[in-house]
């Protein structure tokens, strides 16, 4: 199963209020509203032993249906180096639904529940190592609240694979105003069944650039695992309206 590191699954600006999503690793319950698009373009990375991943671009379109629930596609162009060659094709194709069923205005806290569909369609990147070989459900529970000046949120979903092991994946995160916009910490970590944990810790930030743009970047490490990134980042622009 190829796990992957996906820094840009799907960021929310609407009715809750603790948002994590790009360029953080875990989600927030958040949505973007009804019929908002939020459209984030970014590139994304792993310094991993001999060699590089990256994806750019890496695409992840969303569309809010009513208050609380939103559609959503993300697909990417994948690159690998190993070897000192390096391989590229499209990645893993994600199809979700996120439902928000407690809001943090009117129940003190924000959950929702975000089904996920992720395929590797290219036959060609799946031989390269670029794309899944087997078929994912995703299943998150997404939890987040205010706690004064901070928001915090919890992330947990199981992945069931196709013909392979599953896996659990948790993550928590933090985050506040600064500078004239967010920053944002986190600790993400999956577990694939019979296997070590690996965990991600991160930082990052978010900036307005214009009403409708902003800026986002994050830089982080693998701390434990096998074969374990030193280097993890995501760099990218998220447009809403």
Same mark, same amino acid.
């Given at each position: 199963?190829?796990?992957?590191? &996906?820094?840009?699954?799907?960021?929310?600006?609407?009715?809750?209020?603790?948002?994590?999503?790009?360029?953080?690793? =875990?989600?927030?319950?958040? $949505?973007?509203?009804?019929?908002?698009?939020?459209?984030?373009? !970014?590139? $994304?990375?792993?310094?991993?032993?001999?060699?590089?991943?990256?994806?750019?671009?890496?695409?992840?379109?969303?569309?809010?249906?009513?208050?609380?629930?939103? *559609?959503?596609?993300?697909?990417?162009?994948?690159?690998?180096?190993?070897?000192? !060659?390096?391989?590229?094709?499209? @990645?893993?194709?994600?199809?979700?639904?996120?439902?928000?069923?407690?809001?943090?205005? =009117?129940?003190?806290?924000?959950?929702?529940?975000?089904?996920?569909?992720?395929?590797?369609?290219?036959?060609?990147?799946?031989?390269?190592?670029?794309?899944?070989?087997?078929?994912?459900?995703?299943?998150? *529970?997404?939890?987040?609240?205010?706690?004064?000046?901070?928001?915090?949120?919890?992330?947990?979903?199981?992945?069931?694979?196709?013909?392979?092991?599953?896996?659990?994946?948790?993550?928590?995160?933090?985050?506040?105003?600064?500078?004239? @916009?967010?920053?944002?910490?986190?600790?993400?970590? $999956?577990?694939?069944? @019979?296997?070590?944990?690996?965990? $991600?810790?991160?930082?990052?930030?978010?900036?307005?650039?214009?009403?409708? *743009?902003?800026?986002?970047?994050?830089?982080?490490?693998?701390? &434990?695992?096998?074969?374990?990134?030193?280097?993890?980042?995501?760099? @990218? *622009?998220?447009?809403?309206?």
């Amino acid at each position: 199963m190829r796990l992957r590191l &996906t820094f840009a699954l799907l960021l929310a600006s609407g009715g809750a209020c603790a948002q994590a999503g790009p360029p953080m690793i =875990t989600n927030d319950p958040d $949505t973007p509203g009804p019929g908002v698009w939020e459209i984030n373009i !970014a590139a $994304t990375g792993a310094r991993v032993p001999g060699g590089f991943d990256l994806d750019a671009p890496d695409v992840d379109i969303n569309r809010g249906v009513g208050e609380r629930m939103q *559609l959503s596609l993300h697909a990417s162009w994948a690159h690998g180096r190993s070897n000192g !060659a390096w391989r590229s094709g499209l @990645g893993d194709v994600e199809f979700g639904l996120r439902y928000r069923f407690l809001d943090a205005a =009117t129940d003190g806290v924000s959950m929702a529940v975000q089904p996920l569909y992720v395929r590797g369609w290219s036959a060609a990147a799946r031989r390269r190592g670029l794309a899944s070989e087997n078929a994912e459900w995703v299943l998150p *529970l997404q939890v987040a609240r205010p706690f004064g000046e901070f928001n915090v949120g919890l992330e947990v979903a199981r992945h069931f694979v196709a013909d392979e092991a599953d896996a659990w994946q948790g993550g928590m995160f933090v985050s506040r105003d600064c500078f004239g @916009g967010d920053c944002l910490a986190e600790i993400n970590s $999956t577990r694939v069944d @019979g296997q070590s944990v690996r965990t $991600t810790l991160n930082v990052g930030a978010r900036r307005p650039l214009r009403e409708g *743009l902003l800026m986002m970047g994050s830089v982080g490490s693998e701390v &434990t695992g096998r074969d374990r990134a030193p280097l993890v980042f995501y760099v @990218g *622009l998220q447009y809403v309206r």
